[in-house]
């Protein structure tokens, strides 16, 4: 079984990506179409005019944006993007008070609503961009004057955090890993003391969510069961874990395993019931009619940053094919082509034909007042995109681990510090062969991880020199040798269409091509209708689709990502299908469940 490591799986700011496959470009067109394009400035508005009266989260915004364009400038470093991300910083800096708070409430409203996830948002951006982009003491300075006037007013003395802020201190709570961050920033140990306070608190007044993970409470079950909220206050632990009892380790492991057995969907997200928002027993009931809205981008994003989390923790391949499953599917799906827009929730139901709609203006839906047509996962999404690139290869304390198959450039150093080039070529996952090539600067022996897909099949295969190598899906295959000049190891990934049974209803399958789940579209012959099973479908190119298939009764099926991508109402697709035969669908040594070894 998987254990805890404490950071296994490490990257830092001298590590490069940049990718150049589906991921990368989105990542391209979420720059130049939607960051470089945002009023930076009027998102700091509210904290200069404490105008937040109607209990809405406009504060979420200046951080949540921010942050996505740091991590986005990481990987692709545009002169224009810096500087707006610089200005913004500028402005935010100059909305602090004179007692250190930023806050987009009145003073008399405080500590109520989203008052401190927006504060939360606004120390995540300012963190980011302190360890990211620059370490301007005017950063740390405002970080530290920003928690201190916080632990003044909320603290075990006088007002406790669980008693603030929305859905029963999960919201309030999860600024913990802000705390965390400014704790890193300065080194003074009170800020990590207040991490620690937090924890204590349990982070819900209903019970302690990490205690109730630890017995195994479903996460349906925790907290009022909201999904990323909750998310993130086990991320925040993920981030101080050398500093707490051992016990947390099993805590961490235990929410992992639950959400991903129990919540995960076939498209790699989760969420249910309102907006997509909540752990409702997704996995199972994602087939269901009634099972509310699925799948809330922010749900997804923060699901790829909490896998990031354990794969950095437990060096487990399969928590990377989680992340992949999930951003070749819920995330690339839930983006319009343009990059532009996202949408709220996926489309609902999977079982039947629904449509994607893009986010409108949160603000303007819920109080009446628009607010440059913000949501919450618009904000968010190009996160996720950042995020993949941050993780596709790290570094582990014997070499060099390569999570991630997209053709990329990346360049990081061994642990004794020589810097390595890393090449990958293809038209992944899209096509099965893969190339890719190590280049150190000096000669070195170290080890190289490669991951092996869960669903990985004797089909597939690793080559090097003319020779194939053994390989075990769901683990890494290692190489160690001394590295010299350029070595080439040629991949071939089986990416033949194989079918999944859905977990809760028998009469219904999908169907996967390597990570990417396959979708009925109204564009398509076949929507709704009966897909042939027991045979192998061709693979044909259509204008506008990633991926299509085509079964002997002529019936289509395209990638998730293309899957509805006008994002219009009569754009329908369907995921979950029923199928004419059952027999020989599902391989028992393929199945799609992944899990921690």
């Not at 496959?21 to 404490?50: C, D, T, W």
């Not at 986005?72 to 007692?99: F, H």
């Not at 603030?164 to 600024?175: D, K, N, Q, R, V």
Request: hydrophobic content about 40%; proline content about 5%; some cysteine.
């Amino acid at each position: 079984m998987a254990t805890i490591k404490n950071d296994v799986l490490t990257f830092t700011n001298e590590c490069s990506c940049q990718l150049h496959g589906p991921i990368g470009a989105a990542l391209q067109k979420s720059v130049r179409n939607r960051l470089m394009n945002v009023n930076y400035r009027n998102m700091a508005v509210p904290f200069f005019e404490h105008s937040e009266t109607d209990n809405g989260w406009r504060g979420e915004f200046w951080g949540k944006v921010v942050r996505s364009a740091i991590l986005s400038w990481r990987t692709l470093p545009e002169t224009a993007l810096l500087t707006a991300i610089r200005g913004a910083i500028d402005d935010i800096l100059a909305a602090q008070e004179p007692n250190g708070a930023i806050s987009s409430y009145p003073v008399t409203l405080r500590l109520n609503g989203w008052d401190l996830w927006g504060r939360k948002y606004v120390l995540l951006g300012l963190v980011r961009y302190y360890f990211t982009i620059e370490q301007d003491p005017r950063v740390k300075l405002c970080c530290s004057r920003m928690l201190d006037q916080l632990m003044s007013t909320v603290n075990r003395d006088k007002r406790g955090i669980l008693w603030t802020g929305c859905h029963e201190g999960l919201a309030s709570s999860s600024i913990l890993g802000a705390v965390i961050g400014v704790w890193k920033m300065t080194g003074e140990s009170k800020y990590l003391d207040y991490a620690k306070w937090i924890v204590e608190c349990g982070c819900s007044s209903k019970h302690d969510i990490f205690l109730a993970a630890q017995q195994l409470v479903p996460p349906a079950e925790i907290g009022n069961a909201k999904a990323y909220e909750m998310m993130s206050c086990f991320k925040g632990v993920s981030e101080m874990l050398a500093e707490l009892p051992p016990r947390y380790g099993d805590v961490l492991l235990a929410f992992y395993r639950m959400v991903r057995d129990q919540e995960i969907m076939i498209t790699g997200t989760a969420g249910a019931t309102n907006c997509g928002e909540y752990w409702y027993q997704g996995k199972r009931r994602q087939t269901w009619p009634d099972a509310g809205k699925l799948g809330e981008t922010c749900v997804t994003v923060t699901w790829i940053q909490f896998c990031g989390r354990m794969l950095a923790l437990t060096a487990d391949s399969t928590v990377a094919d989680e992340m992949e499953r999930c951003a070749y599917n819920a995330l690339l799906g839930a983006m319009t082509p343009d990059g532009v827009h996202w949408t709220h929730r996926n489309p609902t139901p999977l079982s039947a034909p629904a449509s994607k709609i893009a986010a409108d203006d949160q603000m303007l839906r819920n109080f009446g007042t628009p607010f440059d047509g913000h949501d919450c996962c618009r904000a968010q999404g190009p996160e996720g995109l950042a995020q993949i690139a941050i993780y596709a290869v790290m570094r582990h304390p014997e070499g060099i681990v390569v999570n991630f198959y997209e053709a990329l450039d990346a360049q990081l150093t061994t642990a004794s510090g020589n810097p390595v080039k890393i090449h990958i070529t293809g038209d992944y996952p899209y096509d099965e062969k893969v190339s890719v090539q190590i280049t150190p600067q000096h000669t070195e022996v170290f080890v190289l991880r490669l991951r092996i897909p869960g669903w990985w099949t004797g089909q597939s295969q690793i080559v090097i020199n003319g020779e194939p190598q053994a390989a075990i899906a769901g683990t890494y295959w290692e190489l160690r040798r001394q590295w010299s000049g350029t070595c080439q190891i040629d991949i071939r990934i089986d990416l033949a269409p194989r079918f999944v049974s859905a977990p809760d209803d028998d009469r219904l399958s999908a169907v996967c091509c390597g990570p990417i789940v396959m979708a009925q579209d109204s564009r398509l012959m076949g929507l709704d209708r009966a897909v042939p099973a027991g045979e192998k479908p061709e693979i044909c190119q259509l204008p506008g689709f990633h991926r299509v298939i085509r079964f002997s009764d002529g019936s289509m099926m395209c990638d998730y990502e293309s899957a509805g991508n006008l994002f219009v109402p009569d754009n329908k697709i369907r995921v979950w299908v029923e199928t004419s035969s059952r027999q020989n669908e599902v391989n028992p040594q393929n199945t799609e469940r992944m899990v921690l070894c």
